[in-house]
């Protein structure tokens, strides 16, 4: 339970498969919590004896079916069973009691569907039980009470009115939250894929300028080597007892750097160990885009101030940036400037060296990925004048 | 250079707010249709149970307030204190309606009302927001389950009222776990997006410094100004119009060394709004067009290959679940031992910085626990290790 609290309070850390297990299990708990004291109290009242034999017979095998699936880690079957069971208390109370608590359980139950955040398992399962209750209360006159006469046809309007405005509220809730989620995940993975360009650019630049100052590569260094093993020793050391196993392991992260470790890996030869630990390593590798430069660059780049324009920050958008024309302008010109006199590219030999060109730059202005920075009209207005932008900028 | 780990925080938490503020604005202008559409039918039911013509205008005046706050929040929210004040406002505004229509209307039907009035809020998704809507729910419902027992048809409590009340606490309490989840994860994943941007800025601020670097010259911003200056010219001539771009082009010149005010009592038709927007031209200074021209030149190869999730990614860490154990202490110590190092671009750092940047929540979560606690016992051996070598090359 407390695991489970734990798991809740770190929710943001899951992964999607983890917290679905989570939110079976919270689901669970909510179920046999509700069935250890409704199933009890449904004896003292005047249900059919089908109902008191039928209701806790079904909710035990549903409960113990879901618990088995969660167990054997298959989190989404789980997910559906522990639906059903609450379907089939709402449809066995509603149905039975034909009292405005068995009303009640359809929002619990929409509830508990809800809490899964599925668009797909909400507009089946969510929209399949609002069409019930609408009908059940259509065709039931047992909801309308204490009212007069030229009053009673409106209850079950009110009823189902309510019920329709609660399934549509949180279909358009999972809609907006999907809409606004996909956009800021598709911006998410271009800067990430940037950020993979980026870190590429900086590690070049950094080996370029090490190699013109005659100096090795960090991972070539007899020290660096050393004293990564000594580190290594200490922490192995405090947790298990053979300081010495560990050697033999940095010895090979370092001899993976002089080899090529796509072909160990397709290597049918080499032993598990080796395959087993190139595997694992690829990742930690210094000579190329890896977790270690990442890291590495994150903590450098933490020190490094950000942008000092608050404005507009994260758009990109020359038409969201600039509301003056003459701005806009001066900003497709800009772009130009920078295009045309700095290195922005890649040459043919993959270094950062490249200056574009005129006619580069107007293919790049017209691609449909541009669109992102300028619109259209800013195209339209860099053709009209492209003599201006070229023969002055 | 002392390691400064605060603040690039707080930018970025003032970032993730104004992101969430952009968001919220959106949800607060849907919400706004949601009350003008149901302003007409509650007025209708109101009319049909004959409630007083005074107390239909005090229901009127509550929603337009309620409506009212929100156009203001969406269109003038810096004139409010709080971003949350709108939403408070409707909270409490649509409660009391609800709570007002069963007490006028007293008929068990208008009570799920309450239900849907949480949907409304809930659409918000703010973890206070939806925590004040739990509890005005969780009160309110039990205030007239508990206090107006008439309306359900009943004279005093019964196991239908438990029964009411259980469900009431379910349907609290599973929507509360389930916003819960949903707002951590969402607040996560805004801070993910604006750390990779501001990530994004640093790379490319670091590839311009290193370009500087190896090319073994200085951008000549000057230069850039003198060409938009001709630019500007021949395009005014062109179109036969007095050159609009020459005070701008002035202005930006200035922007890096003169203070707002001076420039702004230097050429008394701008504004501060006006100075704002051409900070995001300038060069040297606040070079937010610099980095968008780099940017846009990658802009297709940067595309994402395949749609993931940002919660199914895997990102850099030194401990991945898969890894052995030995393999992650071999990925600390070289991380641990590059940190210490240093290269020819970024500077070796002390233990304390390092310390410092792996006790914070992000690189906690990156380690394996048992590394980084042997890691914090052994910290002065380990400083000794790397003393020892005496510098690596």
Redesign the interface.
Known sequence: MKELILKVRNSEFLTLNELLRVKVSVVMIFLLLFGLLTIPVSFFEDFRLSIRIIVPATFVSLFAFTFLMLMMQKSRIAMHFSIYTFLGLTVYYVDGSGQLYGYFLLFITLTVIIFYQDITTYILYGGVLTVYGVFFIQTNDDFVSGLPENLAHISPIIYQTILIGFFLTYLFQFILTDSINENLNEEFLKTEKANNLYQDYVNRYVRDLEDREGINQLYDQDSFQRTVKDVSRELYGANIENKNDIDEIVDYYFFLHKQDVTRILSNKNASNQALKYARQFEKYLMNRNSYINDLFNTFHLNNRSGLSVNMHRYDQSLERLFSNKTNRILSIAVIYLILHNQVTRLDRWGRLSKIIEHIEIKKLFQTKEYREYMSFEDVNFFMTNENFFKENL | ?P???G??QN?IEN?IY??EAD?LR??SL?VNF?LIGLLF?ILV?LY??NVPFLDLSVYIIVFIFMIAINFLFYYYRFLLPNIRLSMYITSMGLYIITISMILDL????????L??SY??I??Y?DLRVSLFNSVLLFFSGIFIVTQFT?I??VQALT??T???L???V??V???S??S???I???????K???D????????????FD??E???ERK?NYDE?YD??E???E??SN?IGVEN??KE??NILRDLANVKDNTILKKHSDYNQA?I??????E?T????????????????????DKK??????ES???N?R??????K???????????R?G????PK?SNNDVIK?FSTPHFR??IHE??LN??L??KN??DK??RG?GG??
């Open positions: 250079m390691f400064n780990v603040d690039p930018e970032h104004k992101l968001h959106k949800k849907i949601i039918p039911v049909f149970f007293r008929t068990p039907s208008i009570f799920t009302m239900f849907f949907a409304v809930s659409l998704q008439e359900f048809d196991p239908s438990f029964y009411i259980f469900f009431l379910i349907f309490a599973l929507l776990v389930s819960f989840i949903i951590k994860r969402k607040n996560h994943f805004y993910q997006v604006v990779i941007k501001e990530k994004e800025y640093k790379y490319i601020d670091t590839i290193l370009q670097i190896f090319s951008f850039y060409n938009l001709s630019f500007s021949a395009l062109h609009v771009f701008r082009i006006d704002d927007e051409l900070k995001q031209l060069l200074s606040y070079k937010k067009i610099s980095y968008l021209a780099f940017k846009s030149a990658q802009v297709q190869d940067i595309q994402p993931e999730l940002i919660f199914e990614k850099a860490t030194l991945d898969n890894d052995d154990f030995e393999v202490i071999v990925a600390f110590s070289v991380l641990y031992v590059m940190l190092v290269n020819i671009y970024f750092l940047v979560s990156l048992d590394i042997a890691f016992d052994k051996t380990l290790i790397i070598t690596i090359q």
